[in-house]
């Protein structure tokens, strides 16, 4: 029996995002016990996802033992026809005070590290 074969461009290849390995990276010098990474809303990758790309990243490396905690954060947009400040819900853009689709993006595109607890030498 043959399989059928995939057109190239079928097959999955997870990258990781160039910021996630920077961190990890500078963290791998380190090798702290535990780091808190802040996530935003709208960052192009989700809990899980970085968790997963994480744990990618950290196999092999100083980190296998690091324990990740991610503290998200919580999108914030201001609309420039009004200047309310809102939560974009489901990816809505739209202001809901006045309806308005230009808004600036507060919060919500972050990925850093907040803290590292260093190991107990
Ligand atoms: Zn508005």
Redesign the pocket.
Same mark, same amino acid.
């Given at each position: 029996m043959r399989l059928i074969s995939q057109p190239e461009g079928a097959v999955f290849i997870m990258f990781s995002h160039p910021r996630l390995m920077k961190i990890v990276d500078q963290l791998s010098g380190q090798s702290p016990r535990s780091v808190t990474i802040a996530l935003g809303e709208l960052f192009p990758l989700n809990e899980e996802q970085l968790r997963s790309q994480w744990e990618e990243l950290a196999s092999g490396t100083s980190l296998t033992q690091t324990r990740l905690t991610i503290r998200l954060i919580r999108a914030q947009q201001q609309?420039m026809?009004?200047?309310?400040k809102y939560h974009p819900s489901n990816g809505e853009i739209r202001?809901p005070?006045? $309806? $308005?689709a230009g808004a600036k993006i507060l919060a919500g595109e972050e990925l850093y590290v907040e803290s590292t607890e260093a190991r107990d030498e």
């Open positions: 609309c026809t009004c200047l309310e202001c005070h006045c $309806g $308005g």
